[in-house]
């Protein structure tokens, strides 16, 4: 059976894993199988994905995240939405306003999914944390190929099913360990600056180890 984890990454510039299947084949309808159940598990659809350029599975993307599976019907809702989601120049009464007149012409105030969005909208919105600043955004399949290989040093071919489910327990106790481990690092390791700016010395206190250095490249290249 293939094995199809769903990589992002999180906060110290590392991969995650979503969710992950056991796949018969690489065809259109066992990948509709995987993503439907994933956006059903997820509760909504994918803002962006990156695949390599498997002819099935642009398909089935194209089918299990779009309208048809009802999450969203097919109108300018989104469009009228990112207006005030993803805007970062916006104060948080004007993206209120905003919010509340395109619920008010769709009529979703009932609407489980979006009162749920809503209510965490001061971790969601970009208006509620405008001055901060966002990293480790997906750009290439490389965080997949990286993932793959993770994986691969835990599995074999012939792994029978009770075999893999250990093994793949173990692989993601592994991930959750190496996250401890670099959340403690980040916690008690001193960062050295070395320009004489207050936002290098917040970027040391405020982020990871791994995010602090990223930000770091940035000053020294404006100094």
């Known amino acids: 059976m293939i094995f199809a984890p769903f990589t992002g ?9 979503f969710a992950a299947f056991l796949l018969s084949h690489e065809n259109i309808e ?3 199988w995987a993503f439907d159940h994933f956006v059903k598990a997820m509760g909504r659809n994918l803002v962006i994905i990156l695949t390599d ?15 048809k ?5 097919k109108t300018d809702f989104m469009e009228k939405m990112k207006t005030y989601i993803w805007s970062s120049i916006l104060e948080t009464d004007e993206f209120e306003r905003g919010w509340t007149e395109v619920l008010k012409e769709f009529k979703l105030y009932e609407h489980k999914w979006i ?20 990293f480790g955004q ?21 792994d ?3 075999e893999f489910w250990l093994r793949f327990q ?4 592994r991930q959750r360990n190496e996250i401890e481990r670099l959340d403690h690092e980040s916690k008690t390791c001193i960062l050295e600056t070395l320009s004489t700016w207050f936002i290098e010395d917040d970027a040391a206190t405020l982020f990871t180890r791994a995010i602090f250095y990223k930000v770091h490249e940035e000053i020294i290249f404006l100094v």
Do not use: W
């Open 138 to 158: 997906m750009r290439t399949t490389s965080r997949s190929e990286s993932e793959n290989f993770f994986f691969g040093q835990f599995h074999r071919q012939r």
């Open 160 to 162: 029978t099913l009770y």
């Open 170 to 173: 173990f692989a993601m106790e």
């Open 115 to 134: 009162s749920d969005m809503y209510s965490i909208r001061s971790s969601l919105i970009p208006s509620f944390f405008r001055d901060e600043p966002m």
């Open 30 to 32: 066992d990948y509709t």
């Open 9 to 17: 990454v999180e906060k110290h510039d590392k991969c995650v894993t």
């Open 53 to 67: 350029q498997c002819p099935s599975m642009k398909v089935t993307v194209h089918n299990s995240f779009s309208d």
């Open 69 to 73: 599976n009802g999450l969203i019907a």
